[in-house]
Structure formats: structure tokens, C-alpha cells
């Protein structure tokens, strides 16, 4: 049984100082328990401590920033309309640039696994950087990786990197070799691509499109392996027997429990037990579209960003805004599973 919460308040406390435009991306560290980062359509990269809603520093850009991620607690990585990915340094304010593609750069991702910064573009290309370089001319540059398509969504788990593209391509690497995939994939669902995570304990991949839907996938290719995976509909509602269906923006596992949440722009927040099947919680649905979602390192806090996706053109719409919300586990845990008594 879905436990559901009631009506507004809103799920969690609201932070100050919110991005005045879309919310592209939030995330919190994988050092400390408290900071997130959070970048913007107003040209900002946003460092908050979430636990005390301070906001502890900002990094004004010449244009939207799309994506951000942490280096550690004292540095991240931005990346933006303008082709470029950039370091922020959080101690001094300052950044330095790591290089550029020649569109829009959609993700970036840090790997701890290689000490590199990943990043994938609309050009078609995924770059992969040694962040010690210099700034200047593509110092840093370790190497480019032609794509089917346009980068749509990265995910790292150890050495294993999942790049979803549009036209619904999914490509699996290993990163300490990239001259390849390890796998070509297409995604299993109808329509495009909207985010891909992989799962915390590095078995695959879950895959949501703006069509509704969730797939989890499983990197191990043989037939017992392929025989796990599936996908099912969510963030959607009907009223007169008409059905709308939801673009799917974010998917964040549970870093303890391996459940999951999917954002959706019926501005609902769900939480889902992947192993059984089964939806375990509904939060209040928030103002506008989820946008992006983010769990604490340790599970605790759960940070929601509530902004418009412009699903439906250029529209009034409630401010952009970022919830965090204490969580409980009666919300993540996986319940475990009733047999019938034996008669």
C-alpha cells in the first residue's frame, strides 16, 4: 500500500534564495552531509548548506548554466550554453575553464573512479578531462568521444559510465577504456530519453522518458540477466476517461536502500521499491515541475527542485524553488515481503 502524504505545506522546508530562473540540476555532496550544489537558466551555480538553508556562495555566468556536479567539498564542475565546462573554486570565488565543446554542454559528471571529469555535449561528443591540468588551450583535454546523437544524460557507477543520447541511444563504457562502448544500446522505451542513473550498487541502470514511463535495465547481457529488466508507467493521471501522461525529469536512488525517486512534471515526487515492484511513497505534490532530485550522502534529506520545464511553452508559472525534505525510512525502506502462511 502507497503511503501518501497530505496536501500542502509543501514536502520540506523551502531554501532562501532560490535560482530566479529554471533549475537545470541540484546535488548534494559525496563528502559531507549537508551541501548542495545547484545550477541555473539564470547563469548561476548556486553552493547552499541545505541543513541550515545559508546560502554559502555563487558563481554568476555569461549564460545558462545546464549542469553542475561537486569535486569535492571545496570545488565543483559547471557546464553551459556556451560550450564550456568550467571548475568552480568555492573557498576563493574564483574558476578556471577546463575546455569546450562546440555546443551547448548538457552533463558533466565527476569520476572518482579515474580522477576525470566527464562531460557530454549537443555536439554530439562525450570529453573526458584531467581537472589537475592548467587552464588554457584544452591542457586538460584527455580525450573525445563521438556519439550517435545529441548527449541527453550521463551516470557514473566505479569505472562504468551510461550515456543516453536522443534518438533513445544508450552507450555503456568502461572508463579506464573508452576507445569503444562495452555496450550499444537503444533504450527500451517508446520515447526520448530524460535522465539515466545507474543503481548505487553498480548492477544497471534506470532510464525515464517524457512519456511517462521508467525502465530498469541490468548491464549483465546474458539471458538471466536481461530476464530482470522491465519498465513501468508512472506520473500520470486520469480524469474523465482521458489519460495525461508526464515527462519523467529525475531519478535518484537511496543511497542506503537502494530505493529510488522519480520527479515528474505533474509535480509529484514518488518513491519506488525497484526489487518488488512496488511504489512505497507519494510526497504532496509541490508548485511546478520537478525538475531535479537529490538524496544526502547519508539518505537523510532529500532535496526537490520545484521549476518549470517549459512542457507547455512560455506560460505563467509558480517561482522556481528548492524543498529539502528530512527523510524518514518508513519512506525508502523496502518492506519486506509477505508469503501466505502454509495451511
Known sequence: MTVIMPSPPYSGRELSNSPSDGITNLRFSNHSDDLL???????????YDARENVLRG???????????????DSSGFSAGL?????????TSGKEDILGKHDAPVRCVE???????????????TVKCWDPRGTSGKEHTLVGTYLQPERVYSLSLVGN???????GRYVNVYDLRNMSKPEQW????????????????????????????????EFFDLSEAGQTKKYAFKCHRKTEDGKDTVYPVNSIAFHPIYGTFATGGCDGFVNVWDGNNKKRLFQYSKYPSSIAALSFSRDGRMLAVASSYTYEYGN????PDAIFVRDVKDIEVKPKPKVYPTPV
Not at 556556451?82 to 568555492?90: E, G, S, W
Not at 562504468?160 to 536522443?166: E, F, G, K, P, S
Not at 548492477?203 to 522518458?209: D, R
Request: with cysteine; proline share 2%; net charge positive.
Open 58 to 72: 555563487e558563481f554568476k555566468k555569461e549564460s545558462a548554466v545546464l549542469d553542475c556536479c561537486f569535486h569535492d
Open 110 to 124: 565527476y569520476s572518482y573512479a579515474s580522477g576525470q571529469v566527464i562531460s557530454g555535449s549537443w555536439d554530439k
Open 37 to 47: 550544489i545547484v545550477s541555473s537558466w539564470d547563469k548561476s551555480v548556486r553552493l
Open 315 to 318: 506560460k505563467p508559472h509558480e
Open 185 to 216: 544500446r537503444e533504450s527500451s522505451l517508446k520515447y526520448q530519453t530524460r535522465c539515466v542513473r545507474c543503481y548505487p550498487n553498480g548492477t544497471g541502470f534506470g532510464l525515464s522518458s517524457v512519456e511517462g514511463r521508467v525502465a530498469m
Open 160 to 166: 562504468r559510465l551510461v550515456v543516453a543520447t536522443a
Open 82 to 90: 556556451d560550450a564550456t565546462v568550467r571548475r568552480c573554486l568555492f
